[in-house]
């Protein structure tokens, strides 16, 4: 059976271990959104803001949970957790690309460097002195890969991706186009007459099962390795200081900024655009909400917060004058409250 | 006549159809600023920050709006919208680079692929299987075009820019240095044991006139496709997550995060470093100012947002630590309204 | 005496006028952490939180203040400045890696650029027409760099870099991987059926010992030029706006957004992520602290602020809904002093 003709309903419930409410025999060949597939697409629903769709949907199967299989007018594949039953689904029904091992004949590889067989070297790519592509590696065209670089098995560079000199990729690894791995670190010392560059001597060690976004950054370390633990899964644009380490697991969304020497825990999610202060400690399954900043350690799991919604204008600059004035108006309850007898001794 | 010679101050206005205030034998080579214009060179006023230099300007000419007109000591080309004028006028004294069409002998081109004999191709570009380069087309040097990639007539790749796989731009559109399209989207399922990466197998649409900022980063749907809709502008390291549509005529400045499969209207205006979260639907012509979150739909246009300005650092210290007791205080007020039969009935 | 082998503390103290605690005889070959260093090792101690690891070093000489060095159980080197002596060091025991004269086979190079004999050209660059690469200055893989861009002496592009045509680097700059100068200025004129592009005709001077991040953007100048002074510090992921000037030795931290026209002085230390808009004058010796955001111009020195660290996510909630409330609690307050005769005349 090959994926290119899809797979039948029946062939999919066996595969990945689901319970099937429908006729075995229905064939797919792709996915859809529960909106707009077809009747050869399989669908999904494991978010409670399209349960409207389920109803109306045209696709030839739904992913979902028990409690929705009754709603669900075509056939049901029935999971606990749909989301990841889908995302297994539907990397077998569309797998990515094979390897195509060989070097491209414009890359410039190092003759010091070790290039396993059946690596694919894309054109346009450069390979320094000494490192060490392993199998099934794919380096994507116009990637740079710095002296004494290694690369575990089944890494993808996908295109235009740096990695400095020294960094090492365990297996796995997807870095998307863009993305720099081991620039310097923002290390320099004030002087009398302006900075003095701080070299920045450690490395990057990321570590198996590693997603890494485009355009994010990560720089090296100061003198030991910045760290990036196995199964960390990591958004566009994030930018991630010297000598910081990022437990296993943990999720962080695009557009994130981590400042040196700060270490965060496993399996915490960290949404869009939030800040984090260096030298700090961020415990086990933290989950900090968009846009938060922080800027001391936090040592308990929770829901951590610090951004505000828009308002209308007019309104949130009536707030932030207000917001200027409010030491004052604690001070004039404070008054008041003397004028109560009330106050510190009954209400603090 | 060609420009490399200027144009005399009646030629541009007949040819932008200004009203002249002035000798139209004068003739411009260039355009400069209001406060260091020298007397070959056309300015513009079109800020009221900048009207302290008109009296004094050295320009040969400026374009500006009627009222203004009688405080120009030098010619004037008068405009109801000067700022748009002056661009006209300053694309046609200095137009771009022309087309050199082309194929540098560096660049790799699948076979398959169609690129029109007019298109520029530079060097160390990579051209995938089945794409199409139109007319005209400038792919600068580096830039990593997919598998399946359409670019329509006169787009301009900077240079350096990755297209994935199926990624198809319309007529006109300008992506700068560094901006990938097309990446993989954050589509992540929590397993038991860590993350099951959700497949991205969309594409991205970007509609004609479009122009999109160095290191920008575009994601693809995770199953249909990301859209930026017909003269949408984007600036500089903006993240746009899967799924993501925008509508025609919106002006997004830098350092914008979008979340996947929100909608953002027609004409909207986004200052920089705005985030929105995923999933929301923001109408047409609405304005967001900088640094504002945004985590619920906004339904009517208007001008909303929540960005703080700064105070000095110690004075912000106590509005902080104010802001944590600001509950307490409520509850305070309530007391002290209580005393007075005040409050709920009275107040609000 | 050559740095593979290391040095003698007695060489480093007369080399970098440092008084030593210890055996001049001593010899340290690299530098380590406090906390892990072994005992061939040079460590620093320039931060308070580190101090803990002073006492059970295993390091063979510590560079600290005057009066730590009572503390320091091995060999110590004693400055006012030891972050600075350190850095001085460790750039000694580990220079960066040589410049390798000469132009790989296959860098483009326009026949009318002047190479300078002991410059670096790396693989897969190019370099456009009536460029001027100056003496020592490496040109790292993947780098593209415009017509007539100059680099004077020491410059090193690390990799992957854009320079747009026209830029001009002064002595000593360093680039890092994935930067972006020289693109268009966001810069577009409304018009009754969208947007209009402004021309961007002005340059980027980045003045001497600049260092600029890893997909840090930098956008031309509108009509004049964009100016980064002498002695800057750029961290990654920075944008800067058309026409912006940065005063010489001002420090940036990773992920700042400044919009276009604004200047900003000398010795300012801007933290990470903070957004500052367009058309502000900040004086010299500000400082920004991280995530605020800066809409108005600041006219003396000091620290300003106006970012909110993290709550739990509950308490949170409960802050931002009372904040949307701040404006009546005011009135609320006013009516309770009007009551007691307090208020306008008495309170404020």
Redesign the interface.
Known sequence: MTTADGATLGQIAVRFGLELKGDPATRVT????LK?AGPAALSFL??A?YERYLADTKAAAVVLEPKLASQCQVAALISD?P??A???I??WL?P?EPVRPGI?A?A?IDPSAIVAESAQI???T?VGAHAVIGERVVV???T?I?NGVTLAEDCRL???V?L?GGVRLGARV?V???A?IG??G??????R???????Q?GGVVIHD?V?I???T?I?RGA??DTVIE??V?L???I?I?HNVRIG??T?I???V?I?GSTTIGKRCLI???V?I?G?LQIADDV??????????S?TRA???????????????????A????????????R???R??K?GDSE??
């Not at 792709?30 to 959104?33: D, N």
Request: hydrophobic share 35%; charged share 20%; net charge negative.
């Open positions: 792709h996915v859809g959104e707009d494991a978010d803001r957790n989301r990841a889908y995302a297994r539907a990397a569309h990515p491209h414009s410039v894309g054109p346009h450069v994507g065209s116009g740079q710095g996908m295109a235009r740096t400095y997807i998307h186009a863009g720099v620039a310097d923002f290390g320099i010392a004030q002087d007459d302006g900075w003095v560059k701080v070299p001597l099962d997603e976004g485009a355009n950054t720089d003198i030991g196995r199964g899964k958004d566009n644009q930018q200081g296993e697991h999720a969304a695009a557009c900024g400042s949404a869009g655009a800040g202060v030298h989950v900090i909400t968009g846009l938060s900043m922080v800027s001391s936090i929770g829901v951590y917060s610090s951004g505000v919604p828009v308002s209308e204008a007019g309104a949130w600059r009536r707030i932030v207000r917001l200027r004035n409010i030491d004052e108006l604690f001070d004039k309850v008054v008041l409250e004028r109560h009330l209400n603090s």
